[in-house]
C-alpha cells in the first residue's frame, strides 16, 4: 500500500520561505517521478512540478519558476519543495503525488498560507 505523508506547511508572510516534505512508503521510490500539485480555496487542484526518478530533470509551472525548487533524497524515499520568496497566490493546500500504472497516487496535503 502506497502511503505518501506531507509535512512543513505553515503560516508564513510574503516574501517567506517553507519547505515541504513528502516522505513515501510501500513503493519502490527510486522507480516513479514525483510531483506537487496544489489546491487553492475554490480552484481546481494544479500541477505545480515534476522531477524525474534520478533527480535530474526538474519542470516547474510558470508562476513558481524561479521561487520553487524540487528535489529528492531516494534513500530516504523523500520529496522536497523549498518555496522562497512566497506570494499571498500560493496559498493552497499542497500535495505530492506518484503515478503509477497509469494511476495517480496522493497524500493528505499540507496547508500553506501566505498572509501578513
Known amino acids: 500500500q502506497v502511503r505518501l505523508v506531507e509535512s512543513g506547511g505553515g503560516l508564513v508572510q510574503p516574501g517567506g520561505s517553507l519547505r515541504l516534505s513528502c516522505a513515501a512508503s510501500?513503493?519502490?521510490?527510486?522507480?516513479?517521478?514525483m510531483s506537487w500539485y496544489r489546491q487553492a480555496p475554490g480552484k481546481e487542484r494544479e500541477w505545480v512540478t515534476t522531477?524525474?526518478?534520478?533527480?535530474?530533470?526538474?519542470t516547474y509551472v510558470d508562476s513558481v519558476k524561479g521561487r520553487f525548487t524540487i528535489s529528492r533524497d531516494n534513500a530516504k524515499m523523500t520529496v522536497y519543495l523549498q518555496m522562497n520568496n512566497l506570494k499571498p497566490e500560493d496559498t493552497a493546500v499542497y500535495y505530492c503525488?506518484?503515478?503509477?500504472?497509469?494511476?495517480?497516487?496522493w497524500g493528505q496535503g499540507t496547508q500553506v498560507a501566505v498572509s501578513s
Open positions: 522531477i524525474s526518478r534520478d533527480g535530474g530533470t526538474k
Open positions: 510501500g513503493v519502490t521510490f527510486s522507480m516513479y517521478a
Open positions: 503525488s506518484c503515478l503509477r500504472f497509469g494511476l495517480r497516487d
